[in-house]
């Protein structure tokens, strides 16, 4: 069971974070999202549990439970949809050469 878990103080670690879940069963992987310019904790992440009762038993226990100070927020991971994004379609613009007098 993949799970979102957000509002994850800055200084927390991965081993930190997956050590929590562990005490609810087997953690596969627990990953911090980072800022891909400055390599900093964007304060969510995902934690991948084996089992998906201990996964909900995980759920229920930490969504807003206390952690180094912040208030967890944890639900089940939604998978990503291929939606675009933005809707800020290509194209457009003028042409480098532009004289009004084209118009």
């Known amino acids: 069971m993949n799970i979102y878990v ?11 974070l997956k050590g929590l879940f562990e005490e609810y069963g087997e953690v596969s992987s627990a990953k ?4 891909k310019f400055t390599q900093r904790s964007r304060g969510f992440g995902f934690v991948e549990m084996s089992d998906d009762s201990a996964g909900q038993q995980a759920i229920s226990s930490l969504n807003g439970a206390d952690f180094m100070g912040k208030n967890l927020v944890v639900n089940e991971a939604r998978p990503r949809t291929d939606a675009p994004r933005g809707n800020r379609g290509g194209g457009g613009g003028f042409r480098k050469n532009f004289n009004r007098n084209d118009y």
């Open 6 to 16: 957000a509002n994850i103080p800055f200084k927390a670690t991965e081993a930190e």
């Open 32 to 35: 911090i999202i980072l800022d």
